[in-house]
Structures are given as structure tokens and as C-alpha cells.
């Protein structure tokens, strides 16, 4: 295999003429540059140079790749500054991917402040609910994945680097008109004989399980993954729902009202990423910042 080391001294040989005028050049004794040349040679399995007395010059093989050096090195130069600037947060990329209430609300907090900090870190994104997120991170789609969970946290993440970032509750929404709209708190069990809006496919096989333990199965008329949807169909006297509060913080409850729901139920919302990548300069201050932005 051939070193870039040796390309640098074969060029100053090149360029100088011998092996003592490249030493200067380079900072070191005449014979490391004779036997790098040697290594240089083994690994190239033909004669680069013909000395003649004390003057050195260059075979076709030698030619060729001293014009193919300049070409090397300088790539080579030029990826090392690239990757000084990634590791230093000068650049870098991340792929972001994260369920749409985060994306309202976490989400341009965290990156707000990362690109104040950090403006050579680029950041794409893209929105999709878990676990569709979560396998998007596995198949390498993207670097970092805003997730959410209910109840007792499983082995689903067994294999990822979790970052938790809040607990959410979920609360209930009704119509402003509804009997309940003015109770400070409602068993789920009274909204049984409700019309409901569902939400996402996770959220909507949680609303069942919790309605399912409160002795009721929920009649379901709408299903939709789009909270603000959510939010109008209630407000326009369509049904109820639970949906989490943090879906909440960027949509107006126009024509509907929240109530405090028991049992309580919480989503555990995390950022996602693969061990490796957890490494990585750019990602590791992206998680920083999701979770500071958690914190406000």
C-alpha cells in the first residue's frame, strides 16, 4: 500500500534533485529519505528513481506517480481540513426525523440555538411518527430520530442510544359546549358514550388499551394523524379526544377545551440515535440541544 508520507518525500526528491537536498526540505536525516524511498519502491514493485553518481532522476513509473502525487496529497489535505472542521463543529451534517407534534414545537428550539452556536452545522428534516422513525434510524435514513413511547419503556430500543427528554401527558379535548367542558377533571370512563377522533396509529392503540381498562371500547368516527384536524373536528362538536400536551402548545383550541383525564397517561418522548453516531461532534450537540429545549 502506498503511504502519503512517501509520496510527500518522493515529490521533494523529485523536486531537489537528491536525497540530502529533499532532507533539508523536509526536516529530516538523508537516510529516513532513503529508506522511506526503498518502502516506497517495495510497495510500488518497480524502480522509481536511477541514481547516477549523486544526481537522481526519475523512471517512467517514477513519473507517473509524482504526477499523480500532486493530485493525492492535496485531496488528502483537503479531507483532513474537512474533517477537522466536522469534528470541531465548523461543518457537519444531520439528518433529523421526528413526529409532527416535536417538529412544532421542540424542534425549531433546539435547532434555533444549535445554529447560533454551530452555523457551519447543517440540518435537514423530515416528519414521520414511530416506529416508521425509529426504522429510518436503523436503516441509516437519518442520524438523529425523535420518538415517543407509552408506559413502561421495552427492549424496542434495546440496541439505540436513548436521550430522554419529558414526560407528556395526555389530556382530554371537548366541545365547548359539551357537559364536561367546564370540569377541572374527567374519568375517561364518562366520555364512553362519546364519538371519539383518534390520532396516530400508536396514540390510537393507546386510546383503546386505556378506554379497554376503563370498561368501555371507544367508538371511533375519525382517525387522523394531523392534530390540528384533530383539534377542528372537536372544536366543530364532531366528537372528543385525548391527545398529548404537547401537540397542544402550537395549535389554538378554536371552538373546543381541555380537561385533565383520569387516569393519567404519559408518552415518554426521547431522542434516538445509533451508538456510533452518538460519537459524532454534530449529533451529539443536536441531542444537546433537543434536550434543552425539553428542559424550557
Given at each position: 500500500?502506498?503511504e502519503?508520507?512517501?509520496l510527500r ?16 526540505e523536509?526536516?529530516?536525516t ?9 518502502a516506497?519502491?517495495a ?18 513509473a517514477?513519473?507517473?506517480?509524482v ?5 493525492i ?22 439528518r ?18 444549535l445554529?447560533a ?10 416528519e414521520?411518527e ?6 429510518m ?14 408506559g ?9 442510544v ?27 370512563a364518562?366520555?364512553?358514550d362519546?364519538?371519539?377522533?383518534a390520532?396516530?396509529p ?11 381498562e ?9 382517525a ?20 398529548p400536551?404537547l401537540a397542544?402548545e ?5 371552538g ?13 418522548i ?12 454534530a ?9 434543552l429545549?425539553?428542559?424550557r
Amino acid at each position: 500500500m502506498i503511504e502519503a508520507r512517501h509520496l510527500r518525500v518522493l515529490r521533494a526528491v523529485a523536486a531537489t534533485g537528491s536525497f540530502s537536498a529533499a532532507a533539508r526540505e523536509l526536516g529530516c536525516t538523508q537516510p529516513a529519505v532513503s529508506q522511506q524511498m526503498k518502502a516506497l519502491e517495495a510497495s510500488a514493485g518497480t524502480p522509481l528513481l536511477v541514481r547516477t553518481g549523486r544526481e537522481m532522476r526519475l523512471t517512467q513509473a517514477g513519473e507517473a506517480l509524482v504526477r499523480h502525487a500532486a493530485g493525492i496529497l492535496a485531496g488528502l489535505t483537503a479531507a483532513e481540513e474537512e474533517v477537522a472542521a466536522i469534528a470541531g463543529l465548523r461543518a457537519g451534517r444531520v439528518r433529523l426525523v421526528s413526529f409532527s407534534s416535536g417538529s412544532s414545537t421542540l424542534v425549531p428550539t433546539a435547532l434555533a440555538a444549535l445554529r447560533a452556536a454551530h452555523p457551519g452545522t447543517r440540518v435537514s428534516l423530515v416528519e414521520a411518527e414511530p416506529p416508521r422513525s425509529e426504522e429510518m434510524l436503523r436503516e441509516g435514513d437519518c442520524d438523529v430520530a425523535l420518538a415517543f413511547r407509552y408506559g413502561a419503556g421495552g427492549t424496542e430500543w434495546a440496541d439505540l442510544v436513548v436521550r430522554p427528554l419529558l414526560s407528556d401527558r395526555l389530556v382530554g379535548l371537548v366541545p365547548e359546549g359539551h357537559r364536561l367542558a367546564d370540569a377541572g377533571s374527567v374519568s375517561i370512563a364518562d366520555l364512553a358514550d362519546e364519538p371519539w377522533i383518534a390520532g396516530c396509529p400508536r396514540c390510537r392503540r393507546q386510546l383503546v388499551a386505556v378506554c379497554e381498562e376503563s370498561g368501555f371500547t371507544p367508538r371511533i368516527d375519525f382517525a387522523t394523524d394531523d392534530y390540528p384536524a384533530v383539534v377542528g373536528l372537536v372544536g366543530a362538536g364532531l366528537g372528543v379526544a385525548v391527545l398529548p400536551e404537547l401537540a397542544l402548545e402550537s395549535v389554538v383550541p378554536k371552538g373546543a377545551r381541555t380537561v385533565a383525564v383520569e387516569p393519567s397517561v404519559h408518552r415518554e418522548i426521547v431522542a434516538l440515535t445509533l451508538p456510533d453516531l452518538a460519537q459524532v461532534p454534530a449529533v451529539a450537540a443536536t441531542l444537546d440541544r433537543l434536550a434543552l429545549a425539553a428542559a424550557r
